[in-house]
């Protein structure tokens, strides 16, 4: 992942609706279900966001291209958290260094 994702980003997406490529064949909507604090540890700092998916679909933890109209193309490493009657959860964590705040 190239892009440093923040988030507000994906807060102001909550309960949109993201396409998750699973293969070239299998393209899947998914809702934004939740976007995690903002947590930090020592240097880092960390979130994560939860995606429901309603129909079934391929349950391997690995990186998919996602698209999303108003964030545009993401490829993120989805892990399945969890499948019941609602669907499948698929989990995506961020972990970045804390930015260093520079005074001018």
Excluded: W
Aim: hydrophobic residues 30%.
């Amino acid at each position: 992942m190239s892009r440093r994702y923040t988030r507000d980003e994906f807060t102001e997406q909550l309960n949109t609706t993201f396409e998750i490529n699973f293969t070239p064949d299998i393209v899947k909507d998914a809702e934004l279900i939740q976007v995690s604090n903002l947590e930090g540890t020592g240097n880092y700092e960390s979130f994560s966001i939860t995606f429901l998916v309603a129909e079934d679909c391929p349950i391997y933890q690995q990186i998919y291209p996602i698209d999303h109209a108003e964030m545009g193309s993401l490829e993120l490493f989805l892990v399945p958290s969890g499948k019941d009657e609602k669907g499948t959860t698929y989990v995506s964590v961020f972990n970045y260094p804390k930015e260093e705040k520079t005074v001018s």
